[in-house]
């Protein structure tokens, strides 16, 4: 009887029209909760979509915008995948594969020079056939009248990542970033 009872706890329910308040009322509790959990669900998936301000949105509106929302980061997901590709690509075929890691190491060196206000960011991407001196570079960017405010890197299969944050010393003046750019470029290139 223990079995049978909780293998089929339908069975067991009254049916309806057998006379018993008994089936609405537990209808009644199973909608109930069917509508909290799908209440619930629908609250994550609006938490999880951007909006700023958060607002209430009706259904609808959030489903439109959940499959926007999906639809946008597949395009971005594609692109992503298109620049990588693109990426390694660029790399010639005397460039050599880390085995180790199945990371592609390419020769060619990539520098950007970025004027943010009175802040100048310089990115450097050095292949491991350069001899590069970090400290060249920061002679560079004082002489250009800047302060090195933060220096970042990271190592990734032979290939070094540069991130310089420095400071206009006059932020009346700011900084020349041809200037810059060109000066590096003799560095590294």
Not at 8 to 26: C, F, K, Q, Y
Not at 41 to 47: A, D, K, T, V
Not at 78 to 106: A, F, P, V, W, Y
Not at 168 to 188: F, N, Q, Y
Request: proline share 3%.
């Amino acid at each position: 009887m223990i079995k049978a009872a909780t293998k089929r706890p339908l069975e067991n329910m009254p049916r309806r029209g057998s006379g018993s308040s008994l089936a609405g009322v537990d209808r009644n509790a199973l909608e109930r909760d069917r509508r909290l959990y799908m209440k619930e669900l629908f609250s994550r998936l609006s938490f999880l979509l951007p909006s700023w301000p958060p607002r209430f949105r009706s259904v609808t509106e959030l489903l439109d915008q959940a499959i926007t929302h999906i639809r946008q980061l597949g395009e971005k997901v594609e692109m992503l995948n298109k620049q990588k590709k693109q990426l390694h690509q660029g790399c010639s075929s005397t460039d050599h594969l880390d085995q180790t890691r199945g990371i592609r190491s390419c020769s060619s060196n990539v520098l950007t020079v970025r004027d943010v206000g009175s802040m100048l960011e310089v990115c450097m991407k050095i292949g491991s056939n350069k001899t590069f001196m970090l400290h060249q570079v920061i002679q560079v960017l004082e002489q250009e009248a800047t302060q090195v405010v933060s220096v970042s890197y990271s190592n990734i299969g032979g290939i070094i990542f540069y991130t310089i944050i420095a400071q206009a010393v006059s932020p009346r003046i700011g900084v020349e970033t041809s200037t810059v750019h060109e000066r590096l470029k003799e560095l590294i290139f």
